[in-house]
């Protein structure tokens, strides 16, 4: 994704009067049966990548936008990837910070224990950065079983995303929450269709 698609992509969703919410706030409101404020969105962006802080965190400022990122937490600090004073400047201008585990592996592939020290090792590393751990995750590769499943939902977290295309959420599967993939070739106005479509009655 260029940032001049994704800043018109952002620019033409404001514009229609579309409105960002974290996907915390997506997870609480899901929590508690409530429905999130019409015509709003959540935008994440995965693994942690330098860009995040240098490229999109000005085009979402810009529009009045919140994202969450979900970092890999062993890659802070190294080349190419969010250093500690990028992820803390983030959460500071109002981003989410969630969790996509230590090391970015596929976890129905791991012994139990292990699934479990990536996904917690994950939260005390982010909880210990800012100062409360995480109540979002994603799945790695979009992989889970119903082991994993439910390591996530009783650790903590209010949800949990995969890799499954879709828009429509619930209660009862916040821990399988779709996502719609925005590919390089996707217009601002074929984003705006798609989110039309997703928009609740």
């Known amino acids: 994704m260029s940032p001049a698609l994704f800043a018109a992509q952002m620019t033409r969703l404001r514009e229609a009067g579309w409105r960002t919410i974290t996907a915390a706030q997506l997870?609480?409101?899901?929590?508690?049966?409530?429905?999130?404020?019409?015509?709003s969105f959540v935008v994440t962006l995965d693994d942690g990548h330098v860009d995040g802080y240098t490229e999109a965190l000005p085009i979402l400022e810009a529009n009045g936008f919140v994202a969450t990122?979900?970092?890999?937490?062993?890659?802070?600090?190294?080349?190419?990837?969010?250093?500690?004073?990028?992820?803390?400047?983030?959460?500071?201008?109002?981003?989410?910070?969630a969790d996509h585990t230590m090391d970015h592996v596929s976890l129905?592939?791991?012994?139990?224990?292990?699934?479990?020290?990536?996904i917690d090792g994950?939260?005390?590393?982010?909880?210990?950065?800012?100062?409360?751990?995480?109540?979002?995750?994603?799945?790695?590769?979009?992989?889970?079983?119903?082991?994993?499943?439910?390591?996530?939902?009783h650790g903590g977290f209010s949800i949990a995303f995969t890799n499954r295309e879709g828009c429509f959420e619930s209660t009862?599967?916040?821990?399988?929450?779709?996502?719609?993939?925005?590919?390089?070739?996707?217009?601002?106005?074929?984003?705006?269709?798609?989110?039309?479509?997703c928009s609740y009655p």
């Open 172 to 197: 009862a599967t916040r821990f399988l929450t779709p996502r719609l993939r925005v590919t390089p070739w996707m217009t601002p106005t074929a984003l705006l269709d798609r989110l039309d479509a």
């Open 69 to 97: 990122f979900f970092v890999v937490t062993h890659r802070i600090g190294r080349l190419g990837w969010l250093s500690d004073a990028d992820v803390l400047a983030m959460a500071e201008a109002g981003m989410e910070i």
């Open 108 to 118: 129905p592939r791991l012994p139990l224990l292990f699934a479990l020290a990536e």
């Open 122 to 153: 994950a939260i005390a590393w982010i909880a210990n950065a800012l100062g409360h751990p995480p109540v979002t995750f994603a799945y790695p590769f979009g992989s889970q079983d119903p082991s994993v499943v439910s390591d996530v939902a």
């Open 27 to 39: 997870g609480a409101d899901l929590a508690t049966g409530s429905h999130p404020p019409p015509k």
